[in-house]
């Protein structure tokens, strides 16, 4: 009996300095930064079997700066087999304004699914980068811009009315109502999917330089939904070219108050543009 109870007492001390050292050792080691528990709160979502997860915690990357394993990951999410995620990493990229990873999202905006293509697209008018209004374009006309090699598939879904209504309003695209349209327009949006998006790429194509898409805008100043006509006319009033002034003119007759409204404010103003460029042409008097 007296051996039984000495080999248990042994056990208990030896468990008891088991524990001492166990406890020991950890007070020695380093209590983990903020930044340390960060990135492992990042880490493990990252490298989460769920897609959700995935994409939330790739697309929060977004937030830091000048931070290039952020920029590493997300530019790694650009190959993951979840449309989700591969958004999730071109739209981070753009928001953290990764230069370096322009060539990484050109490539994304040949990606099968199109919430990829408008992701990479908004990052590339990010970084300056004028490739992306290629996407915005193709949405408008449901046309390629001249010599751009949109896939075909992609093509098929941008003139499709009901693949289009799928981007909705967190595809990429994000549509926000403009002030001068007002409540009218947002009756109007609960019964048209459609229009909402093509005037969102028509508001993204009042900065793009190329004259291709200053002829696609007044092209949609008589298009059949009055709220893509009003889109257009207020981005061709921002593009401030001259050259598009007859192509708003007759909208100053649109049945349309929005339209109308935009319209004559648009006329103003190309107008002052036109007769400055006409000034500035003039030769100087001696």
Same mark, same amino acid.
């Given at each position: 009996m007296r051996t039984i109870i000495a080999a248990v007492k042994g056990s208990v001390t030896t468990l008891t300095g088991i524990l001492f050292m166990i406890l020991a050792s950890s007070a020695a080691l380093p209590a983990q930064t903020p930044q340390e528990t960060a990135w492992k709160i990042l880490e493990d979502g990252i490298k989460s079997d769920k897609t959700d997860q995935r994409s939330t915690a790739v697309r929060v990357l977004g937030l830091?700066?000048?931070?290039?394993?952020?920029?590493?990951?997300?530019r790694n999410a650009l190959g993951d087999d979840k449309p989700e995620v591969r958004a999730a990493g071109a739209t981070a990229l753009g928001q953290m304004g990764a230069k370096s990873s322009e060539k990484e999202l050109e490539k994304a905006m040949s990606d099968k699914e199109n919430q990829? &293509?408008? +992701? #990479? !697209?908004?990052?590339? *008018?990010?970084?300056?980068?004028?490739?992306?209004?290629?996407?915005?374009? /193709?949405?408008?006309t449901g046309q390629?811009?001249?010599?751009?090699?949109l896939l075909s598939q992609q093509m098929d879904q941008f003139n499709s009315p009901k693949k289009i209504?799928?981007?909705?309003?967190?595809?990429?695209?994000?549509f926000i109502p403009f002030a001068s349209i007002g409540w009218s327009a947002i009756k109007a949006l609960?019964?048209?999917?459609?229009?909402? &998006?093509? +005037? #969102? !790429?028509?508001?993204? *194509?009042?900065?793009?330089?190329?004259?291709?898409?200053?002829?696609?805008? /007044?092209?949609?100043?008589t298009d059949k939904s009055w709220i893509v006509r009003v889109a257009a006319v207020e981005?061709?009033?921002?593009?401030?070219?001259?050259?598009?002034?007859?192509?708003?003119v007759p909208a100053m007759s649109d049945e349309k108050d929005p339209v109308r409204?935009?319209?004559?404010?648009?006329?103003?103003?190309?107008?002052e543009a036109a007769a400055a460029e006409k000034r500035h042409k003039e030769p100087k008097k001696e």
């Amino acid at each position: 009996m007296r051996t039984i109870i000495a080999a248990v007492k042994g056990s208990v001390t030896t468990l008891t300095g088991i524990l001492f050292m166990i406890l020991a050792s950890s007070a020695a080691l380093p209590a983990q930064t903020p930044q340390e528990t960060a990135w492992k709160i990042l880490e493990d979502g990252i490298k989460s079997d769920k897609t959700d997860q995935r994409s939330t915690a790739v697309r929060v990357l977004g937030l830091t700066h000048h931070d290039r394993k952020a920029e590493s990951y997300a530019r790694n999410a650009l190959g993951d087999d979840k449309p989700e995620v591969r958004a999730a990493g071109a739209t981070a990229l753009g928001q953290m304004g990764a230069k370096s990873s322009e060539k990484e999202l050109e490539k994304a905006m040949s990606d099968k699914e199109n919430q990829v &293509v408008l +992701a #990479a !697209a908004q990052s590339l *008018l990010l970084l300056k980068n004028n490739g992306g209004y290629d996407a915005y374009y /193709a949405i408008l006309t449901g046309q390629r811009k001249a010599g751009k090699s949109l896939l075909s598939q992609q093509m098929d879904q941008f003139n499709s009315p009901k693949k289009i209504a799928q981007f909705g309003f967190e595809e990429g695209i994000g549509f926000i109502p403009f002030a001068s349209i007002g409540w009218s327009a947002i009756k109007a949006l609960t019964k048209d999917d459609v229009s909402p &998006v093509r +005037a #969102a !790429a028509a508001k993204a *194509l009042a900065n793009d330089p190329d004259p291709a898409s200053g002829q696609a805008l /007044a092209q949609a100043v008589t298009d059949k939904s009055w709220i893509v006509r009003v889109a257009a006319v207020e981005s061709i009033a921002k593009r401030g070219d001259p050259s598009l002034l007859d192509s708003v003119v007759p909208a100053m007759s649109d049945e349309k108050d929005p339209v109308r409204y935009a319209a004559a404010a648009t006329v103003l103003r190309l107008s002052e543009a036109a007769a400055a460029e006409k000034r500035h042409k003039e030769p100087k008097k001696e």
